[in-house]
């Protein structure tokens, strides 16, 4: 199991502890994971995430002890790269956009991952990411007692509300989150425009 001492690793690896050809691994495990999880949901078997990534049944409980440890290190690498961008993001709006879109481009991944907020590493990679949020929230000209766990929990709502009807109006969560971007910052935004 991954520890939070060994936050900035990254969850796909313990890189400085690992052969070189063992991250290979358990880039290929986590990538054939994650696209298997896309595609068929949380019950996908060990067995087919073993077959897609080329290796054997073992070799995945090698690296992850457990399937839920496996879904988390998945999670754990979209929370490190929303805790990136919080931190690169030039405004509280930008990552907001940035962050909505992220949970939107990977729906399916959201729906699996919801089982895995119970996992200690991913608490702490929350955690991460409502300290970042909170450091754009303080630079922000937001309304009175927002705070950054406020924002994420604000961005996935909107995720979640735009997601029943993605297949239809794939771009329908800029226009909530423009709605609520309206509401939380003291100067008022209009809908955010598409990503490039």
């Not at 909170?134 to 309304?143: G, N, S």
């Not at 009807?165 to 971007?181: C, Q, T």
Request: hydrophobic residues 45%.
């Amino acid at each position: 199991m991954r520890t939070v001492a060994a936050k900035r690793t990254g969850w796909s690896g313990y890189a400085g502890h690992m052969r070189a050809d063992a991250v290979r691994t358990r880039k290929q495990l986590l990538d054939a994971a994650a696209e298997l999880f896309a595609e068929g949901g949380a019950e996908v078997s060990v067995a087919e995430i073993a077959e897609r990534a080329g290796i054997g049944k073992g070799t995945v409980f090698r690296h992850f002890a457990t399937k839920e440890d496996l879904i988390a290190a998945i999670v754990g690498d979209l929370l490190d790269d929303l805790v990136d961008a919080a931190e690169k993001r030039g405004s509280l709006r930008e990552f907001m956009v940035y962050g909505v879109g992220r949970l939107a481009d990977n729906r399916a991944l959201c729906d699996v991952a919801s089982g895995s907020v119970r996992h200690p590493d991913v608490q702490a990679g929350v955690e991460r990411l409502n300290e970042a949020a909170q450091r754009l929230v303080d630079r922000a000209e937001t309304r009175e007692g927002v705070t950054g766990r406020d924002v994420v929990l604000l961005m996935t709502g909107v995720h979640q509300a735009a997601a029943p009807l993605r297949d239809a109006e794939p771009e329908l969560w800029r226009r909530y989150l423009g709605f609520l971007l309206d509401g939380l910052l003291d100067t008022g935004s209009s809908a955010p425009h598409s990503r490039t």
